[in-house]
């Protein structure tokens, strides 16, 4: 079974940083598009940022330059670095994986989540 493990998560105030981490087997990593996900209580799991394996990335319109996502192959990683967070970031960011196993066919495997809080 594939796992995906996420870190970084925790309190912080409003305009504050964090930085997500989402560590994944090498077997996989290498030919995935990654992603992140989060879900806010009573509210659906929304695409946050994701990167492709060429390098490509897309944002969330309420995340543009404030989030960034990067990957370091070499380390299996994907991260999310947060900035000016907002009370409204607050949520439990999943990372996705997407791993291109044949041509076009694909898996999606998630990891369990890790808690953002922004409040003062």
């Known amino acids: 079974q594939v796992q995906l493990v996420e870190s970084g998560g925790g309190l912080v105030q409003p305009g504050g940083s964090l930085r997500l981490s989402c560590a994944g087997p090498?077997?996989?990593?290498?030919?995935?598009?990654m992603a992140w996900y989060r879900q806010a209580p009573g509210e659906q799991r929304e695409l946050v940022a994701a990167?492709?394996?060429?390098?490509?990335?897309n944002y969330a319109d309420s995340v543009k330059g404030r989030f960034t996502i990067s990957r370091d192959n070499a380390q299996n990683s994907v991260y999310l670095q947060m900035n000016s967070l907002k009370p409204e970031d607050t949520a439990v960011y999943y990372c996705?994986?997407?791993?291109?196993?044949?041509?076009?066919?694909?898996?999606?495997?998630w990891g369990r989540g890790t808690q953002v809080t922004v409040s003062s």
């Open positions: 090498g077997s996989i990593f290498s030919n995935s598009d």
């Open positions: 990167i492709t394996r060429g390098g490509s990335t």
């Open positions: 996705n994986a997407d791993h291109y196993y044949y041509r076009d066919l694909r898996d999606r495997y």
